[in-house]
C-alpha cells in the first residue's frame, strides 16, 4: 500500500504563485510515475501533469508554461510549482502515484484562484 499526503494548497489571487507537495509513504518502488490531476466543480478531473522516476516530464496544453512538476527521490515527495494562476486552474487537486498497474490517490488539496 501506498499512502499520499498533499500540502500547499489554498487562496490566491489571479497572477499569484502556489506550491504543491505530495508526500508518498509505505511500500514505495524504485520505478514509479508520480503526478497531479485536478478537478473543478461540475467538472471531470482531469491531468495536470506527471512525472516518472527518471524525471521525464508531460504536461496539459492548459497549464504548459505555467506550471512545474518535479520530484524529490530520496523523500518520495513530489511537488506542482503553479505560477501566473487564473480563476479557471481553480479546484481541488489530487496526487497519484503509478506503481505495479496500480494507481494511489491522495485526498486532495483546494487550490482557489480568486481576487
Known amino acids: 500500500q501506498v499512502q499520499l499526503v498533499e500540502s500547499g494548497g489554498g487562496l490566491v489571487q489571479p497572477g499569484g504563485s502556489l506550491r504543491l507537495s505530495c508526500a508518498a509513504s509505505?511500500?514505495?518502488?524504485?520505478?514509479?510515475?508520480m503526478g497531479w490531476y485536478r478537478q473543478a466543480p461540475g467538472k471531470e478531473r482531469e491531468l495536470v501533469a506527471t512525472?516518472?522516476?527518471?524525471?521525464?516530464?508531460n504536461y496539459a496544453d492548459a497549464v504548459k508554461g505555467r506550471f512545474t512538476i518535479s520530484r524529490d527521490n530520496a523523500k518520495n515527495t513530489a511537488y506542482l510549482q503553479m505560477n501566473s494562476l487564473k480563476p479557471e486552474d481553480t479546484a481541488v487537486y489530487y496526487c497519484?502515484?503509478?506503481?505495479?498497474?496500480?494507481?494511489?490517490w491522495g485526498q486532495g488539496t483546494q487550490v482557489t484562484v480568486s481576487s
Open positions: 509505505g511500500s514505495i518502488f524504485s520505478y514509479n510515475a
Open positions: 497519484v502515484c503509478s506503481q505495479l498497474r496500480r494507481d494511489y
Open positions: 512525472i516518472t522516476s527518471g524525471s521525464r516530464t
